[in-house]
């Protein structure tokens, strides 16, 4: 075993006992708090962040050729690890300079980030697969996407949930229906908005919208990166030992 992943399997370890975590009081409270806030945000906000994030997420399911790259074969883990980093910090830079800007231009443009926002995600999560040699192309393989999306962007009981199926990947994925209609996309979108919805709603609010935009936009994105980096390390480190 190299150094490298020695030190892999630590940090790895210490991330899955954050994923296994039971709720804490706090984000209990979280919640309670969330749900109030919903009820005084306008509706219309509402509904465009939900249209967004279900036309991506059936974009993502259907027609993600867009969002594909190659994969990346015959890389050590070391290697992909390094190319992984590099296009997170561009994603994070990007998206921090679009939060900066569509922060600055209030509710409307505000409004314009969500999509945005989801799309570079989106599009950094399939650059990542290919990176570590996993095509989007094989609809199983969006799913797992997207549960790492619903790992980094969920309540830590949706969060246990979604864990399970990744760590237990090659038994989940045989159970997986051949018609992707199926996929929860209510549940994913609902988490989605929920958990963001804290941080992003200051992003509406005249005069410190910019400074919100940039910062949280930044953060988001660094979190959504090192979960996938995670959720990769997890599964190539099970198929070395299944090889081994």
């Given at each position: 075993?190299?150094?490298?992943?020695?030190?892999?399997?630590?940090?790895?370890?210490?991330?899955?006992?954050s994923?296994?975590?039971p709720?804490s009081?706090?984000?209990?409270?979280s919640?309670?708090?969330?749900?109030?806030?919903?009820?005084?945000?306008?509706?219309?906000?509402?509904?465009?962040?939900?249209?967004?994030?279900?036309?991506m997420t059936?974009?993502?399911?259907?027609?993600?050729?867009?969002?594909?790259?190659?994969?990346?074969?015959d890389?050590?883990?070391?290697?992909?690890?390094?190319?992984?980093?590099?296009?997170i910090?561009?994603?994070?830079?990007?998206?921090?300079?679009e939060?900066?800007?569509?922060?600055?231009?209030?509710?409307?443009?505000?409004?314009?980030?969500f999509?945005?926002?989801?799309?570079?995600k989106?599009?950094?999560?399939?650059?990542?697969?290919a990176?570590y040699?996993?095509?989007?192309?094989?609809y199983?393989?969006?799913?797992?996407?997207?549960?790492i999306?619903?790992?980094a962007?969920?309540?830590?009981?949706?969060?246990?949930?979604?864990?399970?199926?990744l760590?237990?990947?090659?038994?989940?994925?045989?159970q997986?229906?051949?018609?992707?209609?199926?996929?929860?996309?209510?549940t994913?979108?609902?988490?989605y908005?929920?958990?963001?919805?804290l941080?992003k709603?200051?992003?509406?609010?005249?005069?410190?919208g910019?400074?919100?935009?940039?910062?949280?936009?930044y953060?988001?994105v660094?979190?959504?990166?090192?979960?996938?980096?995670?959720?990769?390390?997890?599964?190539?480190?099970a198929?070395?030992?299944?090889?081994?």
């Open positions: 075993m190299s150094p490298y992943e020695t030190y892999i399997r630590t940090e790895l370890m210490r991330w899955q006992e994923m296994q975590k709720p009081g706090f984000g209990r409270f919640s309670t708090v969330q749900r109030r806030i919903n009820r005084i945000i306008p509706k219309r906000v509402h509904q465009a962040i939900t249209a967004t994030i279900k036309q059936r974009l993502v399911l259907f027609g993600a050729d867009y969002l594909n790259r190659p994969p990346t074969l890389l050590s883990l070391s290697q992909c690890e390094a190319t992984a980093v590099n296009r910090n561009f994603y994070r830079r990007a998206s921090a300079a939060g900066g800007v569509t922060g600055a231009g209030g509710l409307l443009l505000g409004l314009a980030d999509p945005i926002l989801l799309g570079l989106m599009k950094m999560l399939f650059e990542i697969a990176i040699g996993y095509s989007g192309r094989d199983r393989e969006r799913i797992y996407i997207l549960y999306f619903q790992l962007f969920s309540s830590q009981e949706r969060r246990q949930a979604v864990y399970r199926h760590a237990d990947w090659p038994e989940h994925s045989r997986l229906p051949e018609d992707i209609n199926q996929f929860d996309w209510q994913f979108q609902q988490e908005r929920d958990y963001i919805d941080a709603m200051a992003q509406l609010v005249p005069g410190i910019a400074a919100v935009g940039l910062v949280v936009n953060r988001l660094g979190q959504l990166g090192r979960t996938a980096m995670n959720a990769y390390r997890m599964r190539w480190l198929e070395q030992k299944r090889l081994s």
